[in-house]
């Protein structure tokens, strides 16, 4: 119940192009989903964050898509660039006692091709 | 801009032996994090601390002990190396969370361990 599935593993993208990655959770009681992005090298850096008391969060060409229904979230990057190939981590954790535990997916590998 | 700051980037020690991985935050974060990044497993936390001389287990603890005796300084110790601890390790840093909020995390850029 503590997972979080992240999907696809790998992705190929065209410059110009939109990456979708997805997540699913089982947890109902996670209120914080952010994502990270790592290039090689780096530690993870957070991309953007959203709580389930909205759908939909927009930060320049990053958008997160929330179901609550279903469980769900999604990362899109719109016009995806050869910049942007890294791996990207979804998470989720839950306020709990001034610290959030991140429960992590397992990572997508992301490649633009110019 | 924070900066988490890890002594080692590359590692290398023998089975059995004791080994210490350090971090140090310069932003007076409260919370601070251990995690260990295997390909197709993402970050697992190993064990994290909210205060000095304070610690709880996260998910993978087995193996592992911690030590932050100051607040910037969060210390990592593998009792006695085994090669399945070989892996990537990073330490990550936040502000108290509130009620109802979330602190980001920082991280810093790892260190890549290998026990032999």
């Known amino acids: 119940q503590q997972q979080v599935k992240q999907s696809p593993q790998s992705l190929i993208v065209q410059k110009g192009g939109i990456s979708i990655i997805n997540c699913a959770y089982e947890n109902t009681a996670f209120d914080y989903f952010p994502w990270y992005q790592q290039f090689p090298g780096k530690g993870p850096a957070l991309l953007i964050a959203i709580r389930p008391d909205v759908s939909e969060k927009k930060e320049g060409r990053f958008t997160i898509s929330f179901n609550k229904s279903a469980k769900q979230f999604s990362l899109h990057i719109m016009d995806s660039q050869p910049g942007d190939s890294a791996t990207y981590f979804c998470a989720a954790s839950m306020s709990s006692g001034g610290y959030n535990k991140l429960i992590f997916g397992a990572g997508t590998r992301l490649a633009v091709h110019p | 801009d924070v900066k988490v700051t890890q002594s080692s980037r590359y590692l290398v020690k023998r089975t059995g032996e004791k080994v210490f991985l350090e971090c140090v935050q310069d932003m007076d974060h409260e919370n601070m994090f251990w995690y260990r990044q295997d390909p197709g497993l993402g970050l697992r936390l190993i064990y994290f601390s909210y205060d000095v001389k304070m610690k709880e287990k996260g998910d993978i603890p087995e193996g592992y002990s911690v030590s932050r005796e100051k607040k910037e300084r969060f210390s990592l110790i593998l009792e006695s190396a085994s090669t399945n601890q070989t892996s990537m390790y990073l330490c990550?840093?936040?502000?108290?969370?509130?009620?109802?909020?979330?602190?980001?995390?920082?991280f810093g850029d790892g260190t890549r361990l290998s026990i032999l």
């Open positions: 990550a840093s936040s502000q108290r969370s509130g009620r109802g909020s979330n602190q980001p995390q920082h």
